[in-house]
């Protein structure tokens, strides 16, 4: 008992020296990659932003860590700086110095669309362009056509017949250019472009632009590139979104996404919907108001690693579209005009992938997407399906690495697809079977030179039409400057539509289809220059498409109607030329040109819509601290005039009549702030200087004046960390 004092003393100075041994402390230095000291660098340990601090003015950091490991993972962020982390062991060092490498342009960013297989962005022969997560959250963009727009000069979406979408991209129409979604295809088209409204910006990690025929990869319908929208990659053990944003015209956008990891299963799901109001136009026009519509849009991936060597990743998808009518008819709901565009899309796929070893590997993948339209009467509530197009797809991919520098791939697929349309006789259907095979070899030679060289078969059941198509692209790098050539053969097989087609277009006219088209085909040049130094990013790219056998509708008097028909040569040339600025303070600029000459044949109509002059601009600013940070952007397109041959009021027999679509400017103006562990709030004044047009033209901006919006977007996991 004598003792018990003793041991109570002890017990007492256990507790006192528990708070010296319960926290570890690490300290260092930020430096740049010229050892200058970087202050206000965000410092947090990996897995806890509630252990976080930032580097003072003499760069110096110092940082308590919880005493529950020998080993932590040290993050390091900055605007204008290549993210970097480092493990520490806390039984060799307490002191850990980072020097952080300029990232202005996302050069080590890894892309994968120009060759199927991972690749850094500064060792791509392809020339590709990169819309990162970072540029969406910033531009604030509610579909894929407002993203690309203000990003990239040379791309135009406007409106066709019923206010139908369609994208001109450097003088190729929507049925040219292959719209991917983790590069899979998308079914479903109207006047030969796809529904763009399906394209979900929201859980986007990047998008991924080849300008340029790309068939020797992707086949048909890349002819005149290649947009692959890739999804956010589940990377923490678990993390939920919550947005939404309101604009003009009682637009709004609500969604979320939750993720979670469960020992070898994980899962990301994604659900959007969206709604706007029909309205009137200011002025007169071919359209004297913009519909309005809602959507809905379901989104899941699953995916299960079954040991080191063996990933099962599993994908499923729900759209659902419905547009209203024109305002007046929606006044009388017992009206028969009183009816509903509706379109569906269901999807889905599975793919395995099989590390067989260090240097090969083998992915085997089926999907499945079908795209359907219907009207809906709403007097009778009666809602008749009048389109239906499935395709179901079967690919393997092989890869073999050399020697980590050179790579073999070899891939096909095989797919069906089944057309059923009101725009065929008696509304009926037709199929035709896809089977293509394919090879790429990434070659490596020189530390200095990159090649990569692709050749392709395809063949098509209807008329059995086969194409064979090669590509070569080569790049060489001096310095701080990248040279780029690359010749690719592309081309279009011609669709069940173009061939089968028996429609009374719009009342005025028929349009026949022509089983004996031939498939479209291009040669396709360019050479590109880059310059890139720690703040300051230019190139230029030049380029040229021989372009054969273009499908297009010509009159035929006989028929007294249209008919599809190959056309003569249509060369189309041009330059990009991209220059920015990114300085570590946190400002950044770009401008970005784009110019388009369309060499139509003696004797052609010039039927086109492409403006020979695009530009893209953006001024910003952005600065972050422990728990707030902001970006200030002003972003501004500018499109020149364009003139066309057009048809007068539906009357064939008549000559065509040239009309000029006049040149605009618009800007916009938004602020990005995170105000706390993941919240951001977005503001934005669109149309800033207050355009309106004259007189709508289908390809006008269709815009009353400013307008204003509003955003918030919540990551709920990080207000846990």
């Not at 050069?107 to 060759?115: A, C, R």
């Not at 040219?176 to 472009?193: C, H, K, M, P, Q």
């Amino acid at each position: 008992m004598q003792k018990m004092p003793a041991v109570i003393y002890l017990i007492f100075c256990c507790f006192l020296t528990f708070p010296v041994f319960a926290q570890r402390t690490v300290t260092g230095t930020v430096f740049d990659s010229n050892n200058e000291v970087l202050p206000g660098v965000s410092v947090v340990l990996k897995g806890n932003n509630n252990i976080a601090t930032s580097s003072d003015v003499d760069g110096h950091y110092t940082l308590s860590l919880p005493n529950e490991s020998k080993e932590y993972i040290i993050q390091v962020s900055f605007i204008g700086y290549i993210p970097q982390e480092q493990k520490l062991d806390l039984n060799r060092s307490d002191k850990v110095d980072f020097f952080l490498k300029e990232q202005n342009v996302d050069l080590d960013m890894v892309v994968i669309t120009g060759t199927r297989t991972p690749k850094l962005l500064k060792n791509t022969p392809i020339i590709t362009k990169v819309i990162t997560k970072s540029d969406i959250k910033k531009v604030d963009a509610t579909h894929i056509g407002e993203l690309l727009q203000s990003e990239l000069p040379g791309i135009e979406f406007s409106y066709s017949m019923n206010q139908q979408v369609s994208l001109n991209m450097q003088g190729f129409g929507g049925n040219s250019v292959l719209f991917l979604v983790d590069g899979e295809r998308i079914a479903g088209e109207t006047l030969d472009n796809i529904d763009y409204s399906r394209l979900n910006l929201d859980n986007v990690e990047r998008v991924e632009i080849i300008k340029g025929a790309a068939s020797t990869l992707y086949g048909s319908s890349a002819v005149g590139g290649v947009v692959n929208i890739i999804s956010k990659p589940l990377t923490e053990a678990w993390t939920a979104n919550i947005n939404s944003r309101f604009s003009a015209h009682n637009g709004q956008r609500h969604g979320g996404s939750v993720g979670f990891k469960a020992g070898q299963l994980s899962s990301t799901t994604n659900i959007q919907h969206t709604t706007e109001d029909g309205y009137k136009m200011k002025n007169d026009g071919a359209y004297k108001e913009v519909l309005g519509g809602r959507t809905w849009s379901f989104k899941e991936n699953l995916q299960y690693t079954v040991n080191d060597r063996i990933k099962l990743t599993g994908r499923a998808g729900y759209f659902f579209r419905e547009r209203d009518p024109y305002l007046d008819n929606m006044k009388d709901k017992d009206s028969p005009n009183n009816k509903r565009d509706r379109y569906r899309d269901f999807s889905g796929g599975l793919k395995g992938d099989y590390t067989i070893n260090k240097k090969n590997s083998l992915e085997l993948a089926y999907s499945f997407d079908q795209y359907d339209k219907s009207v809906y009467l709403v007097p009778t509530s009666k809602d008749t399906l009048n389109y239906r197009n499935v395709q179901h797809t079967v690919r393997g991919l092989y890869s073999h690495s050399f020697d980590n520098k050179n790579n073999l791939i070899i891939g096909g697929d095989y797919m069906r697809d089944y057309l059923m349309t009101y725009q065929f006789e008696n509304n009926g259907s037709h199929r035709q079977y896809v089977a293509d095979i394919f090879a790429q070899l990434d070659l490596n030679p020189l530390d200095k030179l990159s090649l990569i060289t692709g050749l392709r078969y395809d063949y098509f059941s209807e008329n059995s039409l086969k194409n064979f198509s090669t590509s070569i692209a080569v790049m060489y790098r001096i310095g701080n400057c990248s040279l780029r050539g690359s010749y690719a053969g592309g081309f279009r097989a011609p669709s069940l539509k173009e061939m089968y087609m028996n429609f009374f277009m719009g009342n005025l006219f028929n349009i026949y289809g022509n089983p004996e088209l031939k498939p479209e085909r291009s040669q396709n040049l360019s050479l590109s220059t880059e310059y890139t130094n720690s703040y300051y990013n230019l190139s230029v790219t030049g380029y040229y498409n021989q372009f054969e056998n273009r499908i297009t509708t010509v009159t035929d008097q006989g028929l007294k109607g249209m008919v599809y028909t190959n056309i003569e040569n249509v060369d189309i040339s041009g330059l990009d030329i991209n220059a920015s600025v990114k300085y570590p303070c946190g400002i950044g600029a770009r401008l970005s040109y784009n110019y388009t000459h369309e060499d139509f044949k003696k004797g052609q109509p010039r039927i086109t819509v492409t403006r020979p002059h695009t530009a893209t601009a953006r001024i910003e600013y952005g600065k972050s601290w422990k728990n707030y940070g902001f970006n200030i952007m002003l972003n501004g397109r500018f499109l020149s005039k364009v003139t066309s041959d057009e048809y007068d009021s539906g009357d064939l027999s008549s000559e065509t009549a040239s009309v000029s679509y006049p040149a605009y400017t618009v800007w916009k103006l938004s602020l990005l702030q995170n105000i706390w562990k993941g919240i951001d709030l977005t503001l934005a004044v669109d149309n800033l200087f207050n355009y309106v047009p004259s007189y709508y033209y289908s390809n006008s901006l269709y815009t009353n004046g400013t307008t204003f919006s509003a955003g918030v977007s919540i990551d709920i996991d990080k207000l846990f960390k």
